[in-house]
């Protein structure tokens, strides 16, 4: 494997390292986003048996 192969791996990784970030994160936000969801109709079934 050449020099330059390696650093475009490295590149490679590196954005791959990136990526798993970002989808941690959306996923993360995503089940906050359900939960808020979920409260939300909770708080709104209490309401209309009021």
Known sequence: ???????LLEKIFRE??????ILQENSEFN???IEKLKQNKIIK????NL
Not at 16 to 21: A, C, R
Not at 45 to 48: M, P, S
């Open 31 to 33: 089940d906050s986003y």
């Open 45 to 48: 079934d209490k309401l209309l």
């Open 1 to 7: 494997m050449t020099n330059d192969e390696k650093i």
């Open 16 to 21: 791959l390292q990136d990526i798993k970030v």
